[in-house]
């Protein structure tokens, strides 16, 4: 008996050692492949926009902008830049973008072989799939550590910049339940509750030189391109987010999204039907830490960049709806959410999400973090009419499931949920 314990344990060893060999290779494949060859591409000026012409697209009457009057009309902007940033709803708006393209034939820059430009290195033009110098895009979405010249050097000049923020507290609990696991300095961190031992004293645990620990500190401030372990009185800290403000016309929040929804419909004469939505890659209530007052007040002073940051745009978000008229916002965000309300009754089985263990087709099925299955997803009704069957489809669709139907090559991507599926199982 003794014998076969040994011989059990020296095969869970050896399970476990190659299991960790295999992860960390793929982790890096994943996080560190970037292009080999580094080049100075010609500037070649972006064409206005490489749309139809505005006169081909369907103008429509403004009844609630604060800069045009009843009765004028315009035609829907369409070369946008949306920064995706994380754990912020951005799937679900990305689902949003997909569409619209799709029903004004729109180009999109893409991401080749993976669904984010080589996240974390900064942008360059030369990661969009099939770039040639010259080449006009309309809508570029993907993830992506922002990097504000070689972007503007791919679309075109009156190109609107948007994105999207959220509380920082909220934030840094998604982050690091979602990417905790891929970060090793958290593996040393002792306890079943590893975020309050974390927030308890963060200096002695994070390194901000350890690989991934950009993930768990001022996230947002990094997304934008900036140095997210600057100290808070840091100069550059106040010019980063001037660059940011000077940068984009429109910062949603996530805890406003319907009303950030309807501020969009307004600034790029876009329709109520573009804004429908179901929300996208939630996790399950049960996996969700509450954070209790003084966690919150230790994740934002650990977090202060991106406190600050959200803070600032929260004030001209407000700005922007009283603009806009709190009256007309309450009933555009009422009208948006019965909408939302009628699509869910036409496409979803049950009425709402699932978890990943009841959705029926694996072409529904959402990426999930390492070590368990928290993402929920949603199944699609099977008696859906033909009028809303194909809307249907692709309002529920997981983000790589629709990159991949557009045309997105995802190797990579998909190299690595193999192994992180045999992880889970």
């Known amino acids: 008996m003794t014998g076969k314990q040994g011989r059990q344990w020296r095969s869970m060893c050896k399970g476990l050692v190659l299991g960790t060999l295999l992860t960390s290779c793929m982790i890096l494949?994943?996080?560190?492949?970037?292009?080999?060859?580094?080049?100075?591409?010609?500037?070649?000026?972006?064409?206005?926009?490489?749309?139809?012409?505005?006169?081909?697209?369907?103008?429509?009457?403004?009844?609630?902008?604060?800069?045009?009057?009843?009765g004028q009309t315009c035609a829907p902007k369409v070369d946008i830049m949306f920064m995706k940033t994380h754990k912020a709803a951005s799937s679900t708006f990305l689902n949003i973008l997909f569409?619209?393209?799709?029903?004004?034939?729109?180009?999109?820059?893409?991401?080749?072989?993976?669904?984010?430009?080589?996240?974390?290195?900064?942008?360059?033009?030369?990661?969009?799939?099939?770039?040639?110098?010259?080449?006009?895009?309309?809508?570029i979405c993907n993830h992506m550590r922002f990097n504000a010249p070689e972007v503007a050097k791919l679309l075109p000049m009156d190109t609107s910049y948007i994105t999207i923020?959220?509380?920082?507290?909220?934030?840094?609990e998604s982050s690091f339940h979602y990417f905790g696991r891929l970060v090793p300095f958290t593996w040393k961190i002792p306890g079943d509750d590893k975020l309050t031992e974390f927030l308890r004293d963060p200096h002695y645990y994070f390194d901000p030189q350890g690989f991934n620990s950009f993930y768990l500190?001022?996230?947002?401030?990094?997304?934008f391109g900036q140095d997210n372990t600057?100290?808070?009185?840091?100069?550059?800290?106040?010019v980063g987010i001037k660059s940011i403000t000077d940068r984009f016309?429109?910062?949603?929040?996530?805890?406003?999204?319907?009303?950030?929804?309807?501020?969009?419909?307004?600034?790029?004469?876009?329709?109520?039907?573009?804004?429908?939505?179901?929300?996208?890659?939630?996790?399950?209530?049960?996996?969700v830490s509450k954070l209790t007052p003084d966690l919150r007040a230790r994740a934002l002073k650990w977090n202060a960049i991106d406190w600050k940051l959200y803070q600032h745009f929260n004030q001209t978000f407000w700005k922007k709806v009283d603009a806009y008229g709190q009256r007309q916002m309450a009933e555009d965000v009422a009208e948006l959410k019965?909408?939302?309300?009628?699509?869910a009754s036409i496409c979803i089985e049950g009425g709402r999400a699932v978890e990943a263990g009841s959705i029926q087709e694996t072409a529904m099925q959402p990426w999930q973090p390492i070590g368990e299955k928290s993402i929920m997803g949603y199944?699609?009704?099977k008696n859906v009419d033909k009028a809303h069957r194909k809307l249907c489809r692709k309002m529920l669709m997981p983000e790589l499931q629709y990159l991949t139907e557009l045309g997105v090559n995802l190797w990579i991507t998909k190299l690595w949920g193999h192994v992180r599926d045999i992880i889970n199982w």
């Open 379 to 381: 199944n699609l009704k």
């Open 338 to 343: 019965r909408r939302n309300a009628e699509m």
């Open 99 to 139: 569409r619209f393209g799709e029903k004004h034939r729109l180009k999109f820059a893409f991401p080749n072989s993976r669904n984010d430009f080589f996240y974390p290195s900064l942008f360059e033009r030369s990661q969009v799939k099939d770039y040639r110098p010259g080449m006009c895009f309309n809508i």
């Open 230 to 238: 600057l100290e808070l009185d840091d100069l550059r800290v106040e």
């Open 29 to 70: 494949l994943y996080c560190l492949s970037t292009p080999q060859i580094h080049f100075s591409l010609p500037e070649v000026p972006v064409p206005y926009s490489c749309a139809h012409r505005p006169s081909h697209l369907h103008p429509k009457p403004t009844t609630n902008s604060s800069h045009q009057t009843h």
């Open 165 to 172: 923020l959220r509380d920082p507290a909220e934030l840094f």
């Open 249 to 287: 016309q429109l910062v949603m929040l996530v805890e406003y999204f319907e009303e950030s929804l309807i501020l969009l419909k307004d600034a790029l004469c876009w329709e109520m039907d573009d804004l429908l939505f179901f929300k996208l890659n939630a996790r399950k209530g049960s996996t």
């Open 217 to 223: 500190k001022n996230l947002l401030f990094f997304d």
